[in-house]
């Protein structure tokens, strides 16, 4: 069945550092693949998404690149804040079908 | 409209008691999800409606679990009998998906509510 891997944490850098969290899928046929995260006390929002295979999604300096000959969608940001330290989420929702299958999450700390 | 409402936000109940909590999801959006999050997981698919249709329902749904949406506006979710087991945060989620849409939408999750079973 579908599912979604990604790393474990908790990840903890120290701030201007480079991230990266690691993303796996498995899917039948061609999925839509999405990055939520979750803030303290929060809901979760919904950071960037791809819908199709090289596609790059893109918000607040992060970025994910759908790679289907990986099925891999990794998480970058050149230079974290301590204000991104949160909990997030890959997902994925299989095409035409709108059910999301979500990772078991990675937190992230960041440090002055 | 400010996004996807869940009430009541935190809940604390009686093992074999009954729990009901709604969700008002944004006013134009035709799909609405519910999950089911514990501590240290991601989010696990409950159920999801189409309007008024409840179109799948997850194996975790239990029988003491059902969940309504009538006039396909808010959902309730019911437990019954509760079990320390079911402890968890509850996440409702919404989304717009036009008739023919061939690429998916994304959802728009409520800030869920927490049910603790003593």
């Known amino acids: 069945g579908d599912s979604v891997t990604q790393m474990e944490g908790p990840v903890t850098l120290s701030e201007e550092a480079f991230l990266t969290i690691n993303c796996t899928y498995t899917a039948t046929g061609y999925p839509s693949l999405f990055w939520y995260v979750q803030y303290p006390g929060e809901g979760l929002q919904l950071l960037l998404k791809?819908?199709?295979?090289?596609d790059k999604g893109s918000n607040k300096g992060f970025e994910a690149t759908y790679r289907k000959e990986t099925t891999s969608f990794h998480l970058e940001k050149g230079s974290v804040q301590v204000s991104d330290s949160a909990v997030y989420f890959c997902?994925?929702?299989?095409?035409?079908?709108?059910?999301?299958?979500f990772g078991s999450g990675t937190k992230l700390n960041v440090k002055p | 409209d400010t996004g996807v409402s869940q009430n009541p936000r935190h809940k604390i109940t009686k093992r074999g008691q009954n729990v009901t909590f709604r969700c008002d999801p944004i006013s134009e959006h035709n799909r609405l999800y519910w999950y089911r999050q514990t501590l240290g997981q991601g989010p696990e698919f409950l159920t999801y409606f189409q309007n008024e249709a409840q179109l799948e329902k997850s194996r975790l749904l239990s029988d003491r679990f059902s969940a309504e949406r009538p006039k396909g506006s808010f959902s309730t979710l019911e437990i019954q009998r509760t079990e320390q087991g079911d402890s968890a945060m509850y996440l409702c989620?919404?989304?717009?998906?036009?008739?023919?849409?061939?690429?998916?939408?994304?959802?728009?999750f409520g800030q869920g509510t927490r049910l603790t079973v003593v």
């Open positions: 791809a819908t199709k295979a090289d």
């Open positions: 997902a994925l929702s299989p095409y035409n079908f709108n059910k999301f299958y």
């Open positions: 989620a919404s989304s717009l998906v036009s008739p023919g849409q061939a690429t998916n939408t994304e959802a728009f």
